[in-house]
């Protein structure tokens, strides 16, 4: 069982930049790949970012390609997205979620345990 929360939403001008993190709770946090999902007003969730338990390997949907950053510190037991470039099309809800298997997946039905969300909102 892991808990996660997440932080660092806020409410940013486009072009600006917000870095969320999402810290879990419990001493196994290596042992699970990581994801950030986001869901707009009226529209699915859906899968921005991924890591590996090490943090060797991260995939990114083609919409944030180039303008976030996942990283992971596995002493703290956090996971990070950094967000650059904020476009008005980045606002949602993010959360994070963390998957016991091996690799790193899109899927949401992937993801064992999720996060409560944090709140972006970029105007433009």
């Known amino acids: 069982q892991v808990l996660l929360v997440e932080s660092g939403g806020g409410l940013v001008q486009a072009g600006d930049s917000l870095r969320l993190s999402c810290a879990a709770s419990?001493?196994?946090?290596?042992?699970?790949?990581m994801g950030w999902f986001r869901q707009a007003p009226g529209k699915e969730r859906e899968f921005v970012a991924a890591?590996?338990?090490?943090?060797?390997?991260?995939v990114y949907a083609d919409s944030v390609k180039g303008r976030f950053t996942v990283s992971r510190d596995n002493a703290k037991n956090t996971v990070y997205l950094q967000m650059n470039s904020l476009k008005a099309e980045d606002t949602a809800v993010y959360y994070c979620?963390?998957?016991?298997?091996?690799?790193?997946?899109?899927?949401?039905?992937?993801?064992?345990?999720w996060g409560q969300g944090t709140q972006v909102t970029v105007s433009s």
């Open positions: 890591i590996t338990r090490s943090g060797d390997r991260t």
């Open positions: 419990g001493r196994t946090f290596s042992t699970y790949a």
């Open positions: 979620a963390a998957d016991t298997t091996i690799g790193v997946r899109t899927e949401q039905s992937a993801y064992d345990y």
